[in-house]
């Protein structure tokens, strides 16, 4: 396969990948382009291999973890101030709507790690070992992650209880 083909058959699913990695439509666009533009000129022998999606995405992990990528994967593009309205909202045609808004925006709070971590087990469907791999670190250190980012989101996401203030 050439790398124009590669190209035309698997940007979109390679742009998704970079979107769940990311949490930020623009950003996985810029790492896809920057990994497709290594990727070129290596395509003599990653075009060889059996399956390249998995080198192309471990290509496109390895992009959002770098250095030159951490203070634009810090910043978050949702804010979090209109988190406790859409969890407080009354009951709604739209409420699904809001949960899932609220999920992604503590996701895309998460440090790069966690959030890498629960992309791959969640999306991916990776095993710790897998995971552990293409992050580079420990079996451990991959379920510490994931557990760290599930407490975060069950802390954040839980539902608070209604406290009513009366006043004589």
């Given at each position: 396969?050439?790398?124009?083909?590669?190209?035309?058959?698997?940007?979109?699913?390679?742009?998704?990948?970079?979107?769940?990695?990311?949490?930020?439509?623009?950003?996985?666009?810029?790492?896809?382009?920057?990994?497709?533009?290594?990727?070129?000129?290596?395509?003599?022998?990653?075009?060889?291999?059996?399956?390249?999606?998995?080198?192309?995405?471990?290509?496109?992990?390895?992009?959002?973890?770098?250095?030159?990528?951490?203070?634009?994967?810090?910043?978050?593009p949702m804010g979090l101030?209109?988190?406790?309205?859409?969890?407080?909202?009354?009951?709604d045609p739209t409420a699904?709507?809001?949960?899932?808004?609220?999920?992604?925006?503590?996701?895309?709070?998460?440090?790069?790690?966690?959030?890498?971590?629960?992309?791959?087990?969640?999306?991916?469907?990776?095993?710790?070992?897998?995971?552990?791999?293409?992050?580079?670190?420990?079996?451990?250190?991959?379920?510490?992650?994931?557990?760290?980012?599930?407490?975060?989101?069950?802390?954040?996401?839980?539902?608070?209880?209604?406290?009513?203030?009366?006043?004589?």
């Open positions: 396969m050439t790398f124009d083909e590669y190209v035309a058959t698997r940007l979109g699913a390679l742009v998704r990948y970079a979107t769940v990695v990311t949490c930020d439509p623009h950003l996985a666009e810029d790492i896809t382009q920057d990994v497709l533009i290594k990727a070129q000129a290596r395509w003599s022998r990653i075009g060889g291999l059996d399956a390249p999606d998995p080198y192309l995405k471990r290509m496109v992990l390895h992009e959002f973890l770098s250095w030159r990528r951490r203070r634009a994967a810090r910043h978050v101030r209109s988190l406790d309205r859409a969890m407080g909202a009354v009951a699904a709507t809001d949960q899932r808004d609220a999920l992604l925006r503590v996701i895309a709070s998460l440090p790069p790690k966690q959030r890498a971590a629960v992309a791959l087990r969640f999306y991916e469907d990776l095993s710790d070992d897998a995971i552990a791999d293409l992050l580079g670190c420990r079996a451990g250190t991959v379920r510490s992650h994931i557990s760290l980012a599930l407490r975060t989101m069950r802390g954040v996401l839980a539902p608070q209880p209604a406290t009513t203030a009366w006043r004589a």
